[in-house]
């Protein structure tokens, strides 16, 4: 019987490896051994090179690419002994064709390129100065608002844009936001922007906002952390125009609450994709009559798909029991609820009837009057099962309530939950929309963690003698 000759196998080389696996393979390393990485061979420098400028946190490297530059106090120009040659121009596209991402901030940075230097740049790279920037990151004077034009490409998808206004330079923001909705139009899926105006002057700048997110049919996720809406026609545009909206987070300004039930009720309209809302209702005026009912946000209970949930009130809410079954029967999906409220907060008792309704949360951030009573573990019928990170918020926990409330919280929450105590929360409303701040807010209390560490032997050794 003839015997069969394997076929000869061949040897792995890094040589063979896909230019998308090499990406994600420098995306992993720090940019001094990606730098190392330039001299091992061609292609390792070519990918690294690709990664070195994926993410640009200035215009300033690029810029200098053409010869050097002076600051002139108010930007950065070329020396006026430079020359521009051909071969400059093709250096400075072949780097600007591989930055994906923008950071340009002349507000606290003073990193800004002369309007005269960008103009040159436009005229010499008729495709566009970053032709396949997919997100960019302005901090902006409202005086400059013509430059960032420069740097939209047909590939945006993600803007944010801070805009400082020094001079109440309204009419150039307003001008900004018209021509972002002719060049962006259907384009981007990430938008946040926010501005320096007092609340005044945003109503100005709101129909020239409500225009470009009238034109944003493909936007994904919208923050205002910095613009403060007084008119719900704003979330009325956004949901209107926006089919796969899934993330809203915002400020509404001395609104009442029939017109904040306007605002839920424009937000129920993308109940089938929205999975994060993140709202702020303040007021700098007379107080918001309170405290509210749950009853005055009813349309909030159709969003049946959310998944994060936060409400910053300037006022108390009054939440009963069947208040919070109400919720649970709503939100079965909820896994992250933070609520901020003015007043004594939420009854203590009431942990245990989120634990029963909401199982499935981990992460719950919340004001709670400790001064109620704290249940027992004989009073708690039912815990979290997935909790693994809560904040009290504004807690005052006196000396005599640490055992109870160590024994309350291993109870509810379990013996490994995360248990942050904030006396004295900083009412930043930037931190309160933002994705991860809040959950750094405030510091373990270690007596709390010590006692909780004592219950839970404590609660092994009487189970070991039964």
Same mark, same amino acid.
């Given at each position: 019987?003839?015997?069969?000759?394997?076929?000869?196998?061949?040897? #792995?080389?890094?040589?063979?490896?896909? @230019?998308?696996?090499?990406?994600?393979?420098?995306?992993?390393?720090?940019?001094?051994?990606?730098?190392?990485?330039?001299?091992?061979?061609?292609?390792?420098?070519?990918? &690294?090179?690709?990664?070195?400028?994926?993410? =640009?946190?200035?215009?300033?490297?690029?810029?200098?690419?053409?010869?050097?530059?002076?600051?002139?106090?108010?930007?950065?120009? =070329?020396?006026?002994?430079?020359?521009?040659?051909?071969?400059?121009?093709?250096?400075?596209?072949?780097?600007?064709?591989?930055?994906?991402?923008?950071?340009?901030?002349?507000?606290?940075?003073?990193?800004?390129?002369?309007?005269?230097?960008?103009?040159? &740049?436009?005229?010499? $790279? @008729?495709?566009?100065?970053?032709? $396949?920037?997919?997100?960019?990151?302005?901090?902006?004077?409202?005086?400059?608002?013509?430059?960032?034009?420069?740097?939209?490409? @047909?590939?945006?998808?993600?803007?944010?844009?801070?805009?400082?206004?020094?001079?109440?330079?309204?009419?150039?923001?307003?001008?900004?936001?018209?021509?972002?909705?002719?060049?962006?139009?259907?384009?981007?899926?990430?938008?946040?922007?926010?501005?320096?105006?007092?609340?005044?002057?945003?109503?100005?700048? &709101?129909?020239?906002?409500?225009?470009?997110?009238?034109?944003?049919?493909?936007?994904?996720?919208?923050?205002?952390?910095?613009?403060?809406?007084?008119?719900?026609?704003?979330?009325?545009?956004?949901?209107?125009?926006?089919?796969?909206?899934?993330?809203?987070?915002?400020?509404?300004?001395?609104?009442?609450?029939?017109?904040?039930?306007? +605002?839920?009720? &424009?937000?129920?309209?993308?109940?089938?994709?929205?999975?994060?809302?993140?709202?702020?209702?303040?007021?700098?005026?007379?107080?918001?009559?309170?405290?509210?009912?749950?009853?005055?946000?009813?349309?909030?209970?159709?969003?049946?798909?959310?998944?994060?949930?936060? =409400?910053?009130?300037?006022?108390?809410?009054?939440?009963?029991?069947?208040?919070?079954?109400?919720?649970?029967?709503?939100?079965?999906?909820?896994?992250?609820?933070?609520?901020?409220?003015?007043?004594?907060?939420?009854?203590?008792?009431?942990?245990?009837?989120?634990?029963?309704?909401?199982?499935?949360?981990?992460?719950?951030? #919340?004001?709670?009057?400790?001064?109620?009573?704290?249940?027992?573990?004989?009073?708690?019928?039912?815990?979290?099962?997935?909790?693994?990170?809560?904040?009290?918020?504004?807690?005052?926990?006196?000396?005599?309530?640490?055992?109870?409330?160590?024994?309350?919280?291993?109870?509810?929450?379990?013996?490994?939950?995360?248990?942050? +105590?904030?006396?004295?929360?900083?009412?930043?409303?930037?931190?309160?929309?933002?994705?991860?701040?809040?959950?750094?807010?405030?510091?373990?209390?270690?007596?709390?963690?010590?006692?909780?560490?004592?219950?839970?032997?404590?609660?092994?050794?009487?189970?070991?003698?039964?």
């Amino acid at each position: 019987m003839a015997s069969r000759k394997l076929a000869p196998q061949k040897r #792995a080389s890094i040589q063979t490896i896909p @230019p998308e696996v090499m990406s994600i393979i420098f995306g992993m390393i720090d940019k001094r051994t990606c730098v190392a990485t330039c001299l091992v061979c061609r292609r390792w420098s070519g990918a &690294a090179i690709d990664e070195l400028w994926r993410s =640009l946190p200035s215009l300033l490297p690029l810029f200098k690419l053409l010869g050097p530059l002076i600051d002139t106090d108010t930007d950065y120009d =070329l020396h006026p002994d430079c020359v521009v040659t051909v071969q400059s121009w093709d250096i400075f596209r072949s780097y600007a064709r591989r930055v994906r991402s923008l950071t340009y901030n002349e507000v606290f940075k003073n990193d800004g390129i002369s309007a005269g230097l960008i103009i040159r &740049a436009i005229a010499a $790279n @008729p495709e566009g100065i970053l032709p $396949n920037l997919r997100e960019v990151f302005w901090e902006l004077y409202a005086s400059t608002l013509d430059h960032p034009l420069a740097f939209c490409p @047909p590939s945006l998808e993600r803007m944010s844009i801070y805009i400082e206004d020094e001079l109440s330079l309204v009419e150039s923001v307003e001008r900004f936001l018209h021509a972002l909705s002719t060049s962006l139009a259907n384009r981007l899926k990430f938008f946040e922007f926010g501005t320096g105006s007092p609340p005044s002057r945003n109503a100005a700048i &709101a129909t020239a906002l409500n225009t470009f997110l009238r034109g944003q049919g493909g936007l994904v996720e919208l923050k205002l952390p910095f613009y403060e809406i007084q008119d719900p026609g704003t979330v009325y545009e956004v949901c209107q125009a926006s089919l796969q909206l899934r993330a809203f987070c915002a400020e509404v300004h001395n609104i009442t609450k029939d017109r904040f039930r306007e +605002v839920l009720g &424009a937000l129920a309209m993308r109940s089938a994709s929205l999975r994060c809302v993140r709202l702020i209702w303040s007021t700098s005026e007379s107080p918001i009559e309170g405290p509210i009912r749950l009853t005055d946000m009813e349309p909030v209970f159709q969003l049946s798909d959310i998944e994060d949930f936060r =409400l910053w009130l300037g006022c108390g809410l009054e939440l009963e029991v069947r208040d919070i079954q109400q919720m649970g029967q709503a939100w079965k999906g909820l896994t992250s609820l933070i609520l901020l409220l003015e007043g004594p907060g939420i009854p203590l008792p009431r942990l245990v009837t989120f634990a029963q309704w909401l199982p499935l949360l981990q992460q719950l951030a #919340a004001h709670f009057d400790c001064s109620e009573h704290i249940p027992s573990a004989d009073e708690v019928p039912s815990r979290f099962r997935s909790l693994h990170r809560l904040i009290l918020l504004d807690a005052e926990i006196e000396d005599w309530q640490m055992p109870l409330m160590a024994e309350l919280l291993v109870v509810v929450c379990g013996p490994k939950v995360e248990v942050r +105590v904030t006396r004295d929360y900083s009412r930043d409303p930037h931190t309160f929309l933002h994705d991860l701040e809040l959950w750094k807010a405030g510091s373990e209390d270690q007596e709390l963690r010590d006692r909780m560490g004592a219950f839970c032997r404590v609660h092994r050794a009487m189970k070991r003698m039964e």
